[in-house]
Nanobody, 124 residues
Framework: QVQLQESGGGLVQAGDSLRLSCAAS????????MGWFRQAPGKEREFVAT????????TYADSMKGRFTISRDNAKNTVYLQMNSLRPEDTAVYFC?????????????????WGQGTQVTVSS
């Protein structure tokens, strides 16, 4: 339906900032609610943030509020995740995902298409 490719991950120090990008192709990007999830070794995938089709509404996990910002540019078929004040516990593979459902959701099962993930490592 839609192909997603994340980029922008890397190795940073605690307190640094990083901006992740997710480029979409293959379908109409603006038709999808987009989300970011992350998964650390030995842990289950967890919700990070989601954004509505127009970008007017956003939702964040509690631990990300005030530090992370999700945004999208439908003209560029891209969704972003701006991460500030990074902590070692933010270390994980970050995935972007697309949902056919109209409402914002933090449930991974509602997202049908996923990117390959990009590694974010935060050193102390």
């Amino acid at each position: 339906q839609v192909q997603l490719q994340e980029s922008g991950g890397g190795l940073v120090q605690a307190g640094d900032s990083l901006r992740l990008s997710c480029a979409a192709s293959g379908d109409t990007f603006s038709s999808y609610v987009m989300g970011w999830f992350r998964q650390a070794p030995g842990k289950e995938r967890e919700f990070v943030a989601t954004i509505s089709r127009t970008g007017a509404r956003t939702t964040y996990a509690d631990s990300m509020k005030g530090r992370f910002t999700i945004s999208r540019d439908n003209a560029k078929n891209t969704v972003y995740l701006q991460m500030n004040s990074l902590r070692p516990e933010d270390t994980a593979v970050y995935f972007c995902a697309a949902s056919d459902y109209l409402t914002l959701t933090n449930v991974a099962g509602y997202y049908g298409d996923w990117g390959q993930g990009t590694q974010v490592t935060v050193s102390s």
